[in-house]
């Protein structure tokens, strides 16, 4: 079974910045996506930014130019660098693969406030 395991959530100020790391285990090809979502309160889980497995990268209009995903293929590793952090960002991020099917971590969560 495939496992995701994030890192690196927590509390900042406005304006800050926060590195999220998402190890995937158990993985059989080198032929896939991965991305990160977030889900704030009362709201639907969002797709904030994927990579897929040859580096081209997706971005949701709300974080293009602040944040940027990366991937170590060798170490089966996404990133999710956040800049200029807004409370608008506060929310549970999830890291995600897609194979055949698909998976999700457990969530690490992300506050952003002064």
């Known amino acids: 079974q495939v496992q995701l395991v994030e890192s690196g959530g927590g509390l900042v100020q406005p304006g800050e910045s926060l590195r999220l790391s998402c190890l995937a285990s158990?993985?059989?090809?080198?032929?896939?996506?991965m991305g990160w979502y977030r889900q704030a309160p009362g709201k639907q889980r969002e797709l904030v930014a994927d990579i897929t497995s040859g580096g081209s990268t997706n971005y949701a209009d709300s974080v293009k130019g602040r944040f940027t995903i990366s991937r170590d293929n060798a170490k089966k590793m996404v990133y999710l660098q956040m800049n200029s952090l807004k409370p608008e960002d506060t929310a549970v991020y999830y890291c995600?693969?897609?194979?055949?099917?698909?998976?999700w971590g457990q969530g690490t969560q992300v506050t952003v406030s002064s």
């Open positions: 158990r993985i059989t090809t080198s032929i896939y996506t």
């Open positions: 995600n693969i897609r194979l055949i099917n698909t998976y």
